[in-house]
């Protein structure tokens, strides 16, 4: 679809408009738009960020109005939050539509965070899956199950005075105890 | 052969293998978002560290096995962009990773039911697609592919906000589930706009089929959680589960009183689709699409002898810019010849 406007460029923007019922359609290219966005309504850009986190308030400090400040001097600004781990700023936040730099941000900027997931999500405490909970279908887990089948067997045969079984048994268990054994060892990056 | 050409000889389970019951629930898709602890999130990483990533990933998935041993890898610094768009069209990358390059990859299983995007907004974003409306399967799955990561590699994890995301709106499960609903009567009833409202209300997303920022072409609209925390996975996908129920209700609901007081709008809708599609020689995207949505209702309400739902669901693809050129094996030189490409392949599909 060609830009409404120029008539030569792809149109990649596409605005639906719905005034008193009737559907309006503008298509433009990105060119055109940006010509054209000062004329409409401009509330700027979209910032997930900034809505995400409030951050036009945080980054002002928290501070009665301080008389000799009038004159247009730059307030102090408030304690520069900075991740140690990757180096992320509240800007930083902000220009790149509210995303984190690193798992440490999420202590860095705890309690800005806190504020923002209580606004998104149902709940603030993680209750789904955790890592390496759920092994019902990974091979350890039923490794386990194996061994504790066969040292029930094993049990049965001895008390059965079967003894040339329960020594085939004890050794699949030794085996399979060792199996288990190198699994636990297998680096985890 | 060709990685990709492996793909264009799949049949897209999630749309051709499809069952009568599956006519408003097109495909039931979930996404968990997952990142390598102790590595900084694709925004703040260098390319070097994004290559580091990506190549830690590659190697976890090969020595877990969870998508078979001869799964696809594509790296998104190599793959031409007539490929990249292939990709896109069959819903297995986002445009975001199509935007990043340097360390971006989608790794899936040869029959593409289950797959990675590598250096997304997340190092990780595993997804899994079934035909209709099967959300706990394709959670499963997914989970499963997830759980056979873990033994080999290690995720950001934290015991009171769960997996970190890059994004604060993912963090916890890190869970998006979404169904793709063709929802044709709410939109002609014009009750869409009420349905649209509530589900917003409810804490869930609509949006258009190809994700963030799309409208509504083909009446299909893809509704999913927004809320990643503070709930299990299984809890969000019921209650997910019980909203679409309803729209499913809703819909069918409309369909009948269509059918009920207004029979031949509705049968003219789909009687003129049909006949686009089957004799028309330009088909822009939009007009195909639109036309072979009134056309599922037909296949819907049995109007079709010779049309299955698969056929038509295939269709959705393969009427796609990049799936055209991909099967013509050449690159169209106008807007105009593109046109012509997709309604010379759906007359053909349509002949039978």
């Not at chain 2, 799949?10 to 590595?39: E, P, Q």
């Not at chain 2, 797959?115 to 595993?126: G, K, S, T």
């Not at chain 2, 609901?253 to 009687?271: H, Q, S």
């Not at chain 2, 003129?272 to 296949?299: D, P, Q, T, W």
Request: proline share 4%; glycine share 6%; net charge neutral.
């Amino acid at each position: 679809m060609l830009c409404d406007i120029c008539k030569k460029n792809q149109a990649t923007i596409h605005i639906h408009e719905i005034i008193d019922g009737k559907k309006k359609e503008i298509n433009l290219c990105a060119e055109c738009a940006a010509k054209k966005a000062p004329a409409g309504i401009d509330i700027g850009p979209f910032n997930l960020g900034e809505v995400l986190f409030n951050l036009d308030k945080i980054s002002t400090p928290a501070m009665p109005p301080q008389p000799q400040n009038d004159d247009a001097q730059p307030p102090a600004a408030a304690q520069e939050v900075v991740c140690p781990e990757c180096g992320w700023t509240l800007e930083k936040v902000r220009t790149s539509g509210g995303r984190l730099g690193c798992p440490n941000c999420y202590t860095a900027f705890r309690p800005m965070i806190e504020a923002a997931l209580s606004n998104i999500h149902r709940g603030k405490v993680h209750l789904g899956k955790r890592p390496r909970e759920n092994r019902r279908e990974d091979g350890s887990a039923l490794l386990l199950l194996e061994l504790s089948d066969l040292q029930k067997e094993l049990q049965t045969l001895i008390a059965a005075e079967e003894y040339e079984k329960a020594a085939v048994v004890r050794d699949r268990i030794n085996d399979l105890k060792l199996r288990i054994a190198a699994g636990k060892d297998t680096p985890v990056l | 052969m060709n990685r990709i050409d492996v793909l264009l000889k799949n049949r897209v389970s999630f749309l051709t293998d499809s069952k009568s019951s599956d006519d408003i629930a097109i495909s039931s898709r979930v996404r968990l978002a997952r990142n390598l602890a102790r590595f900084p999130f694709p925004v703040a990483a260098n390319d070097a560290t994004l290559t580091e990533i990506r190549d830690l990933v590659c190697g976890g998935m090969e020595r877990c096995g969870a998508l078979g041993r001869n799964f696809l890898l594509f790296d998104m610094e190599e793959t031409t962009p007539i490929d990249r768009a292939v990709l896109f069209e069959r819903r297995l990358v986002s445009k975001e990773l199509l935007e990043r390059k340097i360390g971006a990859a989608l790794l899936c299983g040869k029959d593409e039911a289950v797959a990675a995007m590598v250096n997304e907004e997340d190092h990780l974003r595993l997804q899994s697609i079934v035909p209709g409306f099967r959300l706990e399967e394709a959670y499963r799955q997914v989970a499963s592919l997830n759980d056979a990561l873990e033994n080999v590699l290690e995720f950001a994890f934290d015991d009171t906000l769960g997996y970190l995301t890059s994004c604060p709106t993912n963090v916890g499960t890190g869970i998006r589930a979404s169904v793709m609903l063709h929802l044709p009567a709410l939109v002609l009833t014009g009750e869409i706009n009420a349905a649209v409202r509530g589900i917003g209300k409810l804490n869930l997303a609509v949006r258009g089929i190809f994700g963030e920022g799309t409208d509504n072409r083909g009446n299909l609209f893809q509704v999913s959680n927004q809320s990643t925390l503070g709930e299990s996975e299984l809890q969000i996908i019921h209650s997910l589960d019980n909203v679409i129920k309803q729209l499913i209700l809703h819909e069918k609901n409309a369909r009948n009183l269509l059918l009920d007081k207004n029979p031949n709008m509705l049968l003219d809708k789909v009687g003129r689709a049909y006949g686009i599609l089957r004799h028309a020689y330009k088909l822009s995207g939009e007009e195909a699409l639109n036309a072979l949505s009134f056309m599922r209702i037909g296949v819907d309400l049995g109007m079709f002898s010779n049309v299955d739902i698969a056929t038509v669901n295939e269709l959705f693809i393969n009427i796609g810019d990049a799936h055209l050129q991909k099967k013509e094996n050449r690159a169209a030189k106008s807007a105009d010849e593109l046109d012509a490409m997709r309604a010379a392949m759906v007359r053909e599909r349509l002949r039978a």
